[in-house]
Every structure is written in structure tokens, then in C-alpha cells.
């Protein structure tokens, strides 16, 4: 069993910055990929970021990349999500999620991976 929990979530102004906090209890980070994904209103969850059991490989969605950054702090069993250069479209509730299957595998399966996800934090970008 892993719990999840996201934090770090806000309002903040286009262009602006912020960094969601996913930490980890059960297993650590070390043992299974950990994936961001979001969720607008009205719309399907999305894929935004993932990165592999050894933090050797992350894999970003097209949206985000060069503004995004996926990283792991192993001391604190926490993976971070951060945001920069916000956009009013990356408004959504952010979710992060573990899952046990290979790192490669689970780039092919888009937004529908996961075993085990957080409660979710809001982000919203004004313009």
C-alpha cells in the first residue's frame, strides 16, 4: 500500500511559479514510478510528468515541457513538481500517482496508469 498526499497547491498569477509537493508513505519513492497528472473541469485527466524508480529517467507531456520540472528529495520519501512560466490553461487539480510497472510501460499508457493516487491540490492561474 502506498498513500499519497499533494500539497503546494494555490492561486497564483500567469507567468508566476509554484511547487507541488507529493509525499509518500507505505513504500518509498525508490520503489515504484511516480507520475503528475492534472484535471481541468469539464475535461479528461491529462498526463503531465513522470519519473522513474531510480530518478534517472522523467518524461514530460509536450504542454509542459521546458517549464515543468519533475524531481525527488528520498530523505523526505517526496516527489516535487515544479512550475514555472504558469499559464491560465495549466489551471487544474493536480494528482500525483505511484505505480509499479515499468517506467517505460507506463509512458505508453498516457493518462490511464496509476495504482495508487493523492487526494489532489488545486492550481489556479489568473490571467
Known amino acids: 500500500q502506498v498513500q499519497l498526499v499533494e500539497s503546494g497547491g494555490g492561486l497564483v498569477q500567469a507567468g508566476g511559479s509554484l511547487r507541488l509537493s507529493c509525499a509518500a508513505s507505505?513504500?518509498?519513492?525508490?520503489?515504484?514510478?511516480t507520475g503528475w497528472f492534472r484535471q481541468a473541469p469539464g475535461k479528461e485527466r491529462e498526463f503531465v510528468a513522470s519519473?522513474?524508480?531510480?530518478?534517472?529517467?522523467?518524461y514530460y507531456a509536450d504542454s509542459v515541457k521546458g517549464r515543468f520540472t519533475i524531481s525527488r528529495e528520498l530523505a523526505k520519501n517526496t516527489v516535487y513538481l515544479q512550475m514555472n512560466s504558469l499559464k491560465p490553461e495549466d489551471t487544474a487539480v493536480y494528482y500525483c500517482?505511484?505505480?509499479?510497472?515499468?517506467?517505460?510501460?507506463?509512458?505508453?499508457?498516457?493518462?490511464?496508469?496509476?495504482?495508487?493516487w493523492g487526494q489532489g491540490t488545486q492550481v489556479t492561474v489568473s490571467s
Open positions: 500517482a505511484a505505480d509499479f510497472r515499468p517506467f517505460n510501460m507506463v509512458q505508453a499508457m498516457g493518462a490511464t496508469w496509476g495504482d495508487y
Open positions: 507505505g513504500r518509498t519513492v525508490s520503489s515504484y514510478v
Open positions: 519519473i522513474s524508480r531510480s530518478g534517472g529517467n522523467t
